[in-house]
């Protein structure tokens, strides 16, 4: 079976979940997969040895600046000739499966060449009724629209009662047996200005800051330890890390959750996607949310009990590689309630009742 496989790259939660899945696909070797990545430059895409000669397109992302999504700057540097030259450009003929995490060219390439496209990724739960905030018509018609595609497969930390499956968790089984350091802070806000989060974080000396940023070499400042983006290291100070400070992306989020950290997040401000990550947070106990990290935010956050209890997910990255392999006939209700029956999450009601 050959496979064409599109991820959106301008987050490194979407490569963290193409990374599990590569993995869980290359137990059947009787798949070939052709990958293709945008958003992004090539030279700003790390560890990505797993993914061979992999296709590079510019692509479609956000423009951000000090936490906020910047929508005239956003418009401004969208290359729409580029993009529709490269969506005309893909050729996918010759491939038995398109698989699309919210690639938009991929996406796009399979609707144009009359090709059924499977998309795996967070942004597909938003196509059912799960908590939303800080959208409307226009964001909404975005969110669907970006990456269509003919089989969507949505992914949340909740089903909500819908056709969702839980999160692909690219951690190892090391990882979840390993033990924490006692007031370890993991840190990821890249799209944050790091200069006043680092003067908020010297102010607590009990406390290690381990701070993940785009700088080029290891810094140790007292509690303060900068480091530069990097898979490994980050996956280790993630596992032994007591408390994660991030913003409202999905896939850190999930991993921090599946290890049983503590986890304040800061939604991206004026993205629908982020602020409906917030939402979904507070309405399961999972995190506490802040609109604005600041001294007090972070006093009472190291003085709270924890959350509600941490849900404990299936590999769904290895249920999802033998969904593929046996040609995606297995129906996507068939495959949730599967899954969640793995998990500590009652199955969904609805799923149950169309299964049964």
């Known amino acids: 079976m050959k496979i064409f496989y599109g991820v959106q790259g301008t987050g490194n939660g979407h490569l963290s979940r193409a990374r599990a899945m590569a993995g869980a696909l290359s137990q059947y070797p009787d798949i070939e997969i052709e990958w293709l990545f945008s ?19 510019s692509g479609l992302t956000f423009h951000s600046e000090a936490g906020r999504v910047q929508p005239l700057k956003t418009l401004r540097n969208v290359d729409l000739l580029g993009l529709r030259r490269d969506i005309r450009g893909l050729d996918l003929s010759g491939y038995d499966l398109v698989i699309s995490d919210y690639e938009p060219i991929t996406a796009r390439a399979a609707r144009r060449q009359q090709l059924p496209c499977v998309g795996i990724g967070h942004q597909y739960a938003f196509c059912h009724d799960v908590p939303e905030r800080g959208g409307n018509p226009f964001t909404r018609a975005i969110l669907q629209q970006f990456a269509p595609v003919t089989t969507a497969v949505g992914l949340h930390w909740h089903h909500f009662d819908k056709p969702i499956l839980p999160p692909i968790v690219d951690i190892d089984h090391d990882d979840l047996a390993g033990g924490c350091e006692q007031n370890k802070v993991l840190v990821y806000l890249p799209f944050e200005d790091q200069a006043p989060l680092l003067a908020l974080f010297r102010q607590f000396p009990d406390f290690q800051f381990h701070i993940y940023a785009s700088v080029h070499e290891w810094r ?3 509690n303060l330890h900068t480091r530069p983006l990097s898979r490994d290291g980050f996956r280790r100070d993630l596992a032994d890390s007591d408390w994660v400070i991030c913003n409202a992306g999905f896939e850190l989020i999930s991993e921090a959750l599946q290890l049983g950290k503590r986890i304040m997040a800061k939604p991206l401000s004026g993205q629908m996607e982020q602020l409906s990550n917030a939402a979904a947070l507070e309405q399961l106990g999972y995190a506490s949310i802040e609109e604005r990290i600041d001294r007090r935010a972070l006093e009472f956050w190291f003085d709270c009990e924890p959350n509600a209890a941490r849900p404990c997910y299936p590999n769904v990255a290895e249920a999802l590689a033998r969904w593929i392999s046996e040609g995606c006939a297995e129906p996507v209700e068939t495959l949730c309630h599967q899954l969640w029956s793995e998990s500590d999450i009652a199955p969904p009601q609805l799923q149950r009742q169309q299964v049964a």
């Open 220 to 222: 140790d400042d007292d």
């Open 39 to 57: 958003g992004r430059p090539r030279e700003h895409y790390f560890d990505m040895e797993l993914f061979g000669d992999f296709h590079c397109r």
